[in-house]
């Protein structure tokens, strides 16, 4: 059995640079698909500078996170797809814990263990402490030990990887939200295999499937602007596949929230995917989101705080339709009233 990771990146050159970095020391090597989406900054010199043998595909206009990683899975030869984002790190057994998880089953799609650096929000190379625009001032303030105690190198990728790790904190994100959000995520994964809505569990990055699986449902959708991950997941546990942890294949994002998508502010997402699955789980995802927020704008008895408490509220709102009218109904229910003010 053989792994492809499909890395898709759009001006992100300096940390895809990290992030092959991070592949080419992996315990268990895999071939290696990047789809340079549409970049207009050096990701193409990166491209060609890598000593990582790849398999290089380059979109002249950008096909978006759906369609990029589409074409990489066409073009992998491996049995196993593992996804990555160009700005994420590999940690050094990543391919080898995947792959050991789908020895052993042949119908999971696998979540790893998403992680973040938050050392790495001020730079635009992570590397040299190169600033993001806006952040020059701050980057210039700091001491040579304060700089150099931030960096991310490609030596200590390779000779001093748990000094990376020491730095890394749970979640895709900084902050308490995130960190609770990946907690009951990965709690559900592990202490409830059999839950229907596992789904919502997946993750953009450091997920993997069997390839023939992912293209025999047809891939991503392409024209979700986000969230896509969540739906191909949506229809791979419908076509018989199982959600299930990946322990011990990590990843670690290199953060740089500016250009960040919220999903629970750009919802153009969720009626493309409510269009093509009409069930309440769609429209409750928010509320789930939300109730990991410092201020939900929800009142506490609507509150989701774990994927068994999602999964109870979609079932009881199984024959509600829309999804204005689903998040209307959840809030009746949980006032046991009908005259819940709508959401």
Request: with cysteine; net charge negative.
């Amino acid at each position: 059995m053989r792994a492809t990771v499909v890395i898709r990146t759009k001006d992100e050159g300096p940390r895809l640079r990290l992030t092959l970095a991070s592949l080419a020391t992996q315990s268990t090597p895999a071939e290696v698909v990047v789809v340079n989406d549409g970049s207009s900054d050096e990701t193409a010199d990166v491209l060609r500078d890598t000593t990582l043998p790849i398999v290089r595909i380059d979109n002249a206009s950008p096909q978006g996170r759906g369609g990029a990683s589409n074409a990489g899975a066409e073009a992998a030869s491996g049995d196993v797809l593992i996804f990555l984002d160009g700005d994420t790190l590999a940690g050094p057994h990543l391919v080898e814990r995947h792959l050991a998880f789908h020895r052993a089953r042949a119908d999971v799609v696998a979540r790893g263990e998403t992680h973040h650096l938050r050392c790495t929000r001020l730079f635009a190379d992570p590397e040299t402490g190169a600033p993001m625009a806006g952040d020059e001032a701050r980057v210039a303030a700091l001491g040579a030990g304060e700089l150099s105690a931030l960096l991310v190198t490609r030596e200590q990728i390779a000779d001093d990887f748990a000094a990376i790790d020491r730095r890394a904190q749970p979640g895709i994100y900084p902050g308490v939200g995130p960190r609770r959000l990946y907690e009951a995520e990965m709690d559900a994964l592990t202490s409830h295999p059999d839950s229907p809505v596992l789904w919502a569990a997946a993750s953009g990055s450091n997920q993997s499937v069997p390839r023939q699986a992912f293209l025999s449902v047809g891939g991503f959708d392409a024209t979700l602007p986000i969230n896509s991950h969540r739906e191909v997941a949506y229809r791979l546990t419908r076509a018989g596949l199982r959600m299930a942890p990946a322990p011990g294949a990590r990843t670690y994002h290199m953060i740089h929230r500016r250009g960040w998508r919220d999903p629970l502010s750009e919802t153009e997402w969720e009626t493309r995917f409510y269009e093509r699955h009409p069930t309440p789980e769609v429209p409750l995802l928010s509320v789930f989101w939300s109730s990991f927020s410092d201020r939900p704008p929800y009142p506490p008895e609507a509150l989701l705080h774990s994927l068994p408490e999602f999964e109870a509220a979609a079932r009881r709102l199984g024959g509600v339709a829309g999804i204005d009218a689903v998040r209307r109904a959840h809030l009746a229910a949980c006032f046991s009233r009908q005259d819940a003010a709508p959401v």
